[in-house]
């Protein structure tokens, strides 16, 4: 009996994937959804059970992933959903590239991410609400993109934001200024052609142009 309860737990670990996998896997779906003329992702070799040998990445003491350094490297492609796993990383740095496609959802599940810096891409789409439950953001950085449709109000929650800019997008409606976007200045929200002064009082208002 104590046999069959011991390989029942060994057979479980083999099957159970570790956090060192899973974070391995998110990040070579990034590398597979970029194009990489320098090859600065040559490092990250899928083979490696434990890929604590690939560059531009930070760990912390327990191997986790905490910061993604790949600013100015050239690269297009997309971000994937998978990077929503990196579950202790606080600095996710991509801008100066050519990425495209929309901003995914996960990344609002970087619960430790204290820096998003997605500066001077292609980005389309909106600005995901699941950003706002980033609560220890302290700066967002996603102007000289293509982004579309509102900012969206819930990002005023976020209390240790200390630098946003979302300009020179083609972003539209109001400029939210309640909780923490009372601090910030209209340059955070420059060069968007359809993005109207600040919301009177903190109240929402809506524009006949049909803001989406």
Not at 16 to 34: C, H, K, M, Q, S
Not at 98 to 115: R, W, Y
Not at 171 to 199: H, M, Q, V, W
């Amino acid at each position: 009996m104590a046999i069959c309860f011991l390989l029942h737990i060994f057979l479980l670990l083999l099957l159970t994937p570790t956090n060192a996998n899973l974070e391995g896997d998110a990040l070579y779906a990034l590398r597979r959804a970029v194009n990489d003329p320098d090859n600065v992702l040559q490092s990250w070799d899928p083979t490696l059970v434990d890929p604590d040998t690939w560059f531009h990445l930070t760990r912390d003491s327990e191997n986790r992933v905490t910061r993604l350094d790949l600013g100015n490297a050239k690269m297009s492609g997309i971000l994937v959903p998978e990077l929503g796993k990196l579950e202790r990383l606080q600095y996710l740095e991509l801008y100066m590239n050519n990425l495209v496609g929309s901003i995914p959802a996960e990344i609002g599940s970087l619960k430790s991410l204290v820096s998003l810096d997605l500066y001077h891409n292609n980005l389309t789409g909106t600005i995901p609400p699941s950003i706002s439950k980033l609560s220890n953001l302290r700066f967002l950085r996603l102007n000289g993109n293509r982004l579309t449709g509102r900012v969206p109000r819930e990002l005023t929650k976020l209390a240790n934001l200390k630098i946003i800019d979302v300009s020179n997008n083609d972003l539209c409606g109001y400029i939210p200024i309640s909780g923490a976007f009372s601090k910030f200045t209209e340059d955070s929200f420059k060069n968007n052609p359809r993005l109207e002064g600040p919301e009177l009082m903190g109240f929402v208002r809506y524009d006949a142009g049909g803001c989406n």
